[in-house]
């Protein structure tokens, strides 16, 4: 058993920032959390949650490919050179936050190289809908309930699950499944699915954190 009580917790966000905000929000109101959320990375300047983590006083880093190959490198960059240089960024700076663990709470880079080694079934990532379907590539957001909903599904979800060097193809750890209505759209699916994605991040995380405690 670790004589460590939490494990420390990078996590890695593009938007709004609703399912770290259910991180945070359960680190503050459980004593027994078994996780610390010691830093929030983006790769999008504009993303609302890195406000959401400093007004948790949560210290925050910008990880774009323009932060960190510069403007005109960037514009010319192919996607798996951006998606290197951000990979590469996140782990350097998740080993200075002595990070245990990472956790993509809608994040939208794809993680490659040194990362997935050096954090080998150590990051957690959400997805929103029921894996394997409707997973891979340009699967993510609205792209998910559009082809759920065009494929006639009867229901949809989130699922939590350990990142591989696949996409969406480690082991899923949490799943929660929601009901696909007639005359549902997209936007109504995912209401429906955003608040189960709030509590299968929490309890997602939990499972890993415990299981690195042991």
């Known amino acids: 058993m670790s004589d460590k009580s939490f494990i420390k917790l990078v996590v890695l ?33 504009a993303a609302y949650a ?12 910008l990880v774009s490919s323009y932060a960190i190959l510069g403007a005109e490198k960037a514009k010319i ?3 798996d050179e951006k998606r290197f240089a951000v990979s590469d960024r996140v782990n350097e700076l998740c080993h200075s936050y002595k990070a245990d663990a990472i956790v993509l709470a809608g994040w939208l880079t794809v993680l490659a190289g040194k990362i997935i080694d050096d954090y080998s079934n150590r990051i957690v990532n959400l997805h929103p809908a029921l894996l394997p379907k409707f997973g891979g590539e340009g ?52 209401e429906r699915i955003a608040p189960q994605e709030h509590i299968a991040i929490v309890e997602g995380v939990c499972v890993l954190a415990k299981d690195l405690l042991r």
Request: net charge negative; glycine share 10%; aromatic share 4%.
């Open 13 to 45: 966000v593009s938007g709004g920032g609703t399912n770290l905000q259910a991180l945070i929000d359960y680190q503050k109101e459980h004593s027994d959390c078994p996780y610390k959320i010691v830093a929030v990375f983006s790769d999008r300047k």
């Open 50 to 61: 890195l406000e959401r983590a400093k007004n948790a006083g949560i210290k925050t880093e």
């Open 77 to 79: 960059a192919s996607r």
């Open 139 to 190: 699967m993510w957001g609205h792209h998910v309930h559009e082809a759920v909903l065009a494929s006639g599904e009867k229901e949809s979800g989130c699922t939590v699950h350990l990142v591989d060097s696949g996409c969406d193809t480690g082991k899923i750890l949490v799943q929660k499944k929601v009901a696909v209505m007639a005359g549902d759209t997209p936007d109504s699916l995912y």
